[in-house]
């Protein structure tokens, strides 16, 4: 690599690493850290917490702490990851969709399904949600659920501070087979609609994003993974993740370990037994509590904990 190439590849990954900001497709796009803090507010003078909202917002403590000068490293991290070793796999779900088009074409040829192509389309829209946000409950479940998976999961966990950054503090390890599963999941179901569809399937969206998406980005997706204590009804929260629930997640009490593994639909965890709502739990602390802490409070160590634990981790029982 020559000079000129390194600083092509610097500037790939700052473009990478902006894009969180300016792109609708990302939960930390401008316009939705602004509809979030709006929410913030009024959660803010409905609680009548006391002081002034701006410094309860950008509280230091949340933002300057050592846990999210970690998040925010690793962010720059995995974006060399996405440049360096995902980049080539973006195309691949369109190989993916493209030849499962054709395998379902050369078996029944062109089907009518007696659908109109918008009912095709909105019911794509949906399912491509529904089915993406499947896929990451299942990885998530196992990522929590078997011992060596949980290795690396631990660093998303290690965070004693929530920020909406700490959204993208993963393990590359994680990032990578994160984006394998969407890769896998959007491709086959894009590649069935386009077969059902005759080759003329869309999206609907708003900002370029599915639709389902910007709702749910837009109406504080943020807060998830932040200190503001968001909470729907109980019975929503059996349909959809709270902000809050998500917070219960990464609770630091050994009660709440392994709760609400879904992402934005809470039904999948109604099902396999491991939903919590907001109204059964009271304070929580973050983190992975005290005796493990120490082990990922640098961005080095928890880049490097992970590895060191594998070999303890692969002889360990499922939990
Ligand atoms: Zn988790
Ligand atoms: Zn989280």
Redesign the pocket.
Known sequence: MDFSEFIGLLQEIFKVALSYFVSPSKRVFWLYLITSAIIAFVIFKASKTKGNFINYLFNRKVWLSTSAITDYLLILFNAIVKVVVLAPFFGFALYIAKSTEHFFVSKYGIVDTGFTNFQLILIYTILIVVLNDFITFILHYLMHKIPFLWEFHKV?HSARR?NPF??YRIHPIELIINNLGEVFSKGILTGLFLFLAAGKISIITFLGVNILNFLFYFFGANL??SHVKFKYFNFLEHILISPFQ?QI??SNNPAHYDTNLGSRFAFWDWMFGTLLTSKNVDKIGFGLGREEDNAYNTFSKNLITPFKNLPKAFFKKNT
């Open positions: 998303h929530l700490t959204q998830r993974h998500h997640h990464h």
